[in-house]
């Protein structure tokens, strides 16, 4: 199976492209092992590029942990990239279609290589009911959730807001991400009961009203160095809560997202797509390798 792989501000996938490659079998399987960073490639998942009648490709993707994701945005940028420099589209304002539904994408291409890609990432859906959260409000802006004291970690009492972009969002504002924080919290919110499908973390220290600092603890994949679904929800809960103004630079661990939450209700994400390597995953005695 030839792949691809690529990220977004350092949010990495695995690409395969399944206009030439016939898709695998079993990718839910494949995820795990080609995702893990010592005897895998290494990624936070595995992303397959159909053909589709409904947009000039479609996206399917997996976390790392096998479970299939609804959308990412860093990934759906990667796929653009791929689309126009493999000559598979030949316009630069494509369509992507997605677990979510179809997305407009505008390149911006720089000697015939896609440098920068902007992304409709739709509207956000605030009804605690379809984020899904078992959390009061309707929005659920700065609600209390209470953390019960574990390992080092005194019982935690923090102000969330929630937020889905097409996959759930917990946004938390914080004085300062810590590794304690983001590691010993993340997977403790990310499957509590008041999340009925789970939920992605963003742990968020606003720098002033128009930049942040973003931490992501991903669902089913683990702290990511970015998360483009993660950053609009940030850029949606900011303003919900009082804290940034409609357009934002979000500062990621893996680089800069620009957002901006539209007054046309749609929110607008702008960053990089870059490729690392090619490779050839190869299976080998019932155990899969890479060359």
Known sequence: ??????????????????????????????????????????????????????????????????????????????????????????????????????????????????????????????????????????????????????????EQVLQVTCVSMGNPHCVVFVDHASDEIVHGLGPIIERDARFPNRTNVEFVEVLNREQVRQRTWERGSGETLACGTGASAVCVAGVLSGRTERRIKNHLLGGDLDLEWGEDNHVYMTGPAEEVFRGEWVPHNSTDRVK
């Open 1 to 154: 199976m030839r792949f691809i792989k690529m990220h977004g501000a350092g949010n990495d996938y695995v690409y395969v492209d399944c206009f030439r490659e016939k898709p695998p079998e079993h990718p839910s399987e494949i995820a795990r092992q080609i995702s893990d960073r010592h005897f895998g490639v290494g990624s936070d998942g595995l992303v397959l590029i159909h053909p589709s009648d409904r947009g000039d490709a479609r996206m399917q993707m997996f976390n790392a942990d096998g479970s299939e994701a609804e959308m990412c945005g860093n990934a759906v940028r990667c796929v653009a990239k791929y689309l126009f420099e493999e000559d598979l589209v030949g316009q630069q304002q494509l369509k992507i279609d997605t677990r979510i539904g179809v997305l407009d994408l505008d390149l911006m291409v720089v000697e015939n290589r896609v440098d920068r890609v902007r992304v409709n990432m739709g509207e956000p859906i605030l009804e605690a009911e379809k984020i899904p959260t078992k959390l009061p409000g309707d929005p659920v802006v700065d609600q209390p959730l209470v953390i019960p004291a574990t390992g080092r970690l005194e």
